[in-house]
């Protein structure tokens, strides 16, 4: 029996861009993160969607690491953009003018152009930049849908939408970033990071980006959202490199709890949660490098 957003048949991810190449030859790495993601839900080509998950900090590694993995960019069906950060948007236009397609889709957050910098340890900002405006996207053949809410892209796939409910050592982002507010500097709750579900027979498959929301926040807001309890995997960045030692304990414990069978992780996850992650579980723990392939069913 499946529930309101149905299930998938199958689910192939590859990791278009990590900031580790691993052992392939002529794979780029950079530090960012790009996924594609093929999802069927039926047989035959109209049950099949392409996803594009980030897109890095510029076009170039990703393009050339699609060639060499033999994907074709001209098959993207869709764009979603986890949030506004460079290292996940920065490739955007160039990628979308390798697709010949007129509307391709670009799903993000209703605030993903709004400023979001940092100042330490010098001002910087890091958010979408100028070359991926909206006319910009548009010129390039993308049509923007910019929305806060949860999004089902095709039976078995549904966007988290904006995570309201924070666990409590979430509340914050373990980063410090800046937005403005009527002329005014306040902090950034990140509250454009959003993520990808996919409902499987095995379980939910959750795709991140950065998890600026919290990786555990965003486990119960999908478990919440599809009231599918087995979680099969989390894919993506946790942004623990600057969490203390007391997060890093709190998220690992939780992702045990959970009993999340497989965790693929990296980018900006940083070692000591990786180590903590590889100690604690063990073979349920995998980094994360580009040109690896994910296929559900295993
Ligand atoms: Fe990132
Ligand atoms: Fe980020």
């Known amino acids: 029996m499946t529930g309101e957003y149905g299930q998938l048949e199958s689910l192939e991810i590859t990791v ?3 900031d580790c190449a691993g052992y392939d030859t002529g794979l780029l790495s950079q530090h960012g993160a790009s996924f594609l993601l093929e999802a069927r839900h039926k047989n035959g080509k109209r049950g099949e969607r392409v996803i594009l998950f980030d897109t890095g900090q510029s076009a170039q590694p990703v393009l050339n ?4 993995l033999r994907k074709d960019p001209q098959d993207i069906d869709l764009v979603f953009l986890s949030h506004c950060h460079y ?5 955007l236009v160039d990628i979308l003018e390798a697709n010949n397609r007129c509307r391709v889709p670009v799903v993000a957050h209703s605030t993903i152009y709004r400023p979001n910098f940092s100042i330490k340890p010098s001002f910087r900002p890091v958010g979408m930049g100028p070359e991926n405006s909206l006319q910009a996207i548009e010129k390039a053949g993308g049509e923007a849908i910019l929305t806060d809410e949860p999004l089902p892209l095709m039976p078995g796939a549904v966007t988290t939408g904006e995570i309201k409910e924070r666990v409590s050592f979430e509340a914050a982002p373990t980063l410090s970033l800046l ?3 009527d002329g005014k500097n306040i902090p950034d709750r990140m509250a454009d990071d959003t993520s990808l579900i996919f409902i499987l027979q095995e379980g939910l498959v959750i795709v991140t980006g950065c998890s600026h929301a919290g990786i555990i926040s965003i486990i119960e807001a999908a478990v919440r959202l599809t009231g599918m309890e ?3 995997a ?10 203390d030692e007391e997060r890093i304990n709190k998220t690992v414990k939780a992702l045990i709890t959970m009993n999340v069978k497989k965790i693929y992780t990296g980018h900006c996850t940083g070692l000591k949660a990786e180590a903590k992650m590889l100690t604690e579980l ?6 994360l490098r580009t040109g690896m392939k994910i296929i559900f069913p295993e």
Do not use: K
């Open 65 to 68: 690491n699609m060639q060499i």
């Open 230 to 232: 087995q979680v099969a």
């Open 87 to 91: 290292d996940h948007t920065g490739g």
């Open 234 to 243: 989390v894919i993506g960045g946790f942004h623990l490199v600057d969490a």
């Open 16 to 18: 278009l861009l990590e």
């Open 282 to 287: 063990g073979e349920r723990f995998c980094r």
């Open 179 to 181: 937005t403005l507010q």
